[in-house]
């Protein structure tokens, strides 16, 4: 399973880390991804990072803001958000899949597992 930490209230322009911790599956074989959902909205993908961690992906409108990262000895993949803005309030889910195409091209329900969420808001 996946679980989610981490979220909460900052200010614009402020910075969050979120963090997803594995258990029960072989992390170091699973390319992982960070998925968010704002209120009313579908569901966005935001990040991506190969099972080595030698490939990153993000949207070209969020990539100078997020980092995606991860530490194969923790089982744990993070979500670095810095300038944070009032839109970018969603909950954001971590998924994990062996196909990391599925992350890049949103395809959030397809994965092998994903969390339960974590909240952040942005306040202006």
């Known amino acids: 399973r996946l679980s989610e930490s981490g979220g909460g209230l900052v200010q614009a322009g402020g910075s969050l880390r979120v963090s997803c911790a594995a258990s029960g599956l072989p992390f170091d074989s699973y390319h992982m991804g960070w998925f968010r959902q704002a209120p009313g909205k579908d569901y966005e993908f935001v990040a991506a990072?190969?099972?080595?961690?030698?490939?990153?992906h993000y949207p070209v409108t969020l990539k100078d803001r997020f980092t995606i990262s991860r530490d194969n000895a923790k089982n744990t993949v993070y979500l670095q958000m810095n300038n944070l803005k009032p839109e970018d309030t969603a909950v954001y889910y971590c998924?994990?899949?062996?196909?990391?195409?599925?992350?890049?091209?949103?395809?959030?329900?397809?994965?092998?597992?994903w969390g339960q969420g974590t909240q952040v808001t942005v306040s202006s």
């Open positions: 990072i190969s099972w080595g961690g030698g490939n990153t």
């Open positions: 998924a994990a899949t062996r196909q990391y195409e599925k992350l890049v091209q949103g395809r959030l329900y397809e994965c092998d597992y």
